[in-house]
């Protein structure tokens, strides 16, 4: 079964510093990786995503996340935080066939950035 | 904005009473996943629809149940609501059989089981 693990509840950073959010993952085979944020009382936004290819990924609002097969990790990062960063994010991994098609979360990470 | 509407926004039902909640989906979607999000969790798999047939489905009881229309629309069922039904479920649209596009989700239903 595959599996995401996002192993901080929370993360606070400070406006204009560089921010990082963690997420391992576990699948059958290649994965296909996802990026969402929530903000309170909305649904999820897409922000970037990992099919193949170059392991840097950039996406919305100036995020990008890194790729690494051998961690098994699709860890999401800015260069400068921003104090509308706030928001709840979850990484969330798909399977290659059958029901691991689904999309799998994590628990979420908490992102404050302090102004 | 993602094109993918759900209705209603809230609702608040008593426990043992039967729900219905809607998804328009994105244009040009044949695939519609639902998503039950209990506080302070990651969204769970509660099943998927493609083209009106069930695609899948998570460790949900037989009380869940879905459809999904000709135009791609969809709808979750819920018998028999438990005070635990209680989460935002949201729903998703994506293109089918394409493994490796995105889904879009709408902004949820918040459903309160009193």
């Known amino acids: 079964a595959q599996s995401v693990a996002q192993p901080e509840d929370q993360v606070n950073v400070a406006e204009g510093n560089p921010l990082t959010v963690k997420c391992t993952y576990s699948v059958s085979g290649n994965p296909y990786l996802f990026w969402y944020v929530q903000y309170p009382n909305r649904g999820l936004q897409f922000l970037l995503k990992?099919?193949?290819?170059?392991?840097l990924v950039k996406g919305s609002y100036g995020f990008e996340a890194e790729f690494n097969k051998s961690q098994t990790s699709f860890h999401l990062k800015k260069p400068s935080a921003l104090v509308s960063d706030s928001a709840l994010y979850f990484c969330a991994v798909r399977g290659f066939s059958g029901s691991a098609r689904q999309l799998t979360f994590g628990s979420g990470t908490q992102l404050t950035v302090l102004p | 904005e993602t094109g993918v509407t759900q209705s209603p926004t809230h609702l608040i039902k008593t426990r043992g009473q039967q729900v219905t909640l809607r998804c328009s989906s994105q244009s040009g979607h044949n695939t519609v996943s639902w998503y039950q999000q209990a506080l302070g969790q990651g969204p769970q798999f509660i099943f998927q629809y493609y083209r009106e047939e069930e695609n899948g489905r998570g460790n949900f009881p037989p009380r869940f149940s879905g459809l999904q229309f000709p135009n791609y629309s969809s709808e979750l069922n819920v018998n028999a609501l438990e005070l635990d039904d209680s989460a935002l479920y949201l729903c998703a649209s994506s293109l089918g059989g394409v493994t490796n596009t995105e889904a879009f989700f709408g902004q949820g239903t918040r459903l309160t089981v009193v």
């Open positions: 990992y099919i193949t290819g170059d392991n």
